[in-house]
């Protein structure tokens, strides 16, 4: 059974609704320049054929700004611009049919340019996502700080949301995100009491793939099990693509989304005598690539290999080079080592 999400105000943004359900939404980030229309209008597209329910472009310019027009006339997902240091930058991104903009409160600005962007999101229905990074909180809240702790953060929040009531602006997302998993764990679980918004989960500059991984989920499964969390990105110093699979893997194993492509696959030991590293890296890639909704088990040796393999939807156990194949429990045939990957994409292609 899913685990519940807790109560959140409902946001519209573009064709989807973030918060008030028990749903989490998933989302990356293009790494290419925005007014490189093209090129982000593909990358966007991969992540979403692959489960991305928005994705986020940076601008950095009015060049950036103005490209929104036209990547939004070539994908089906929501947009959302990412804007520091220049609020006209946002307001542009507004006007050009941005779905949802990011701002940044420790470097957008003060009341007045915070003011303009909410009047122009009021005029075209803009969501806004405040999102607070530990390596950019406001100033004067940082000065005397020489490490930033969910109490700043939770802080920087506050100065920002007084803004937007005076303002009677209320379609919000929020986020605190930092690098260090323990803060930013703290800082989501008193945002969770404190605001009604929705919330996006992430650890920022998690870094490269395997760190980046392992650091977000420490991050996230705590959350994400406790009903936090309406919408999550796990940032990756690595191809966006990378991220929406790493999502699907974490909201798939907590149970959080209940199908999608699934593997398990041993180790590997001593006891090993069939090619197994090499056959479950690529059954992981062809089920992720193809979003088979399937659970696989590789399994290399007779101590849990047949109970797994029979507990999979498909099931390989393998010993003395020969595999045994299993569909829902249920034994098939069996095949030999350098026949195994054809003969298992081939059941594969079944489930699509």
């Known amino acids: 059974k899913n685990i519940p999400r807790l109560s959140t105000k409902q946001i519209k943004i573009g064709n989807i609704t973030i918060g008030g359900q028990n749903k ?8 290419i320049k925005t007014s490189h229309v093209s090129k982000v209008i593909k990358q966007i597209n991969e992540c979403a054929d692959l489960g991305a329910d928005l994705m986020r472009v940076s601008v950095l310019d009015e060049k950036d700004a103005k490209a929104i027009k036209k990547i939004k006339k ?3 997902i929501p947009l959302v611009a990412d804007i520091h240091f220049n ?3 946002a307001i542009s991104s507004i006007r050009a049919g941005a779905d949802a903009i990011r701002i940044n409160p420790g470097n957008i600005g003060g009341k007045k340019e915070i003011t303009a962007v909410i009047n122009e999101c009021k005029k ?5 996502r405040i999102g607070v990074n530990s390596g950019s909180v406001c100033t004067k809240i940082d000065e005397d700080n020489s490490k930033i702790t969910s109490d700043i953060m939770i802080k920087s929040v506050k100065k920002m949301l007084k803004i937007f009531k005076e303002n009677d602006f209320d379609n919000i997302v ?34 490269p793939k395997e760190i980046g991984t392992i650091r977000s989920s420490a991050g996230l499964a705590p959350l994400l099990i406790d009903g936090i969390g309406d919408t999550i990105r796990i940032s990756l110093s690595d191809d966006p693509v990378e991220e929406i699979k790493a999502c699907k893997r974490l909201l798939r194993d907590l149970g959080i989304i209940e199908k999608g492509p699934r593997l398990i696959s041993c180790p590997t030991c001593g006891r090993t005598q069939v090619n197994l590293i090499p056959l479950a890296t690529k059954i992981l890639d062809f089920i992720e690539t193809n979003d088979i909704n399937v659970t696989v088990a590789v399994m290399g040796c007779v101590v849990n290999g047949p109970g797994e393999a029979k507990r999979a939807d498909i099931g390989i156990a393998g ?15 069996s095949c030999k080592d350098e026949l195994v990957y054809d003969t298992l994409i081939k059941e594969l292609l079944k489930y699509k």
């Open 174 to 207: 929020l986020s605190i995100k930092g690098s260090d998993v323990l803060e930013t764990v703290k800082a989501y679980r008193l945002a969770s009491k404190k605001f009604k918004y929705p919330l996006h989960l992430g650890i920022t500059e998690a870094g």
């Open 319 to 333: 010993g003395k080079g020969v595999w045994v194949l299993f569909k829902k429990g249920v034994y098939q045939y």
């Open 24 to 31: 989490v939404l998933i989302q990356s980030m293009c790494n």
């Open 74 to 76: 070539g994908i089906n």
């Open 87 to 89: 609020y006209k930058f």
């Open 124 to 128: 075209y229905g803009t969501v806004i």
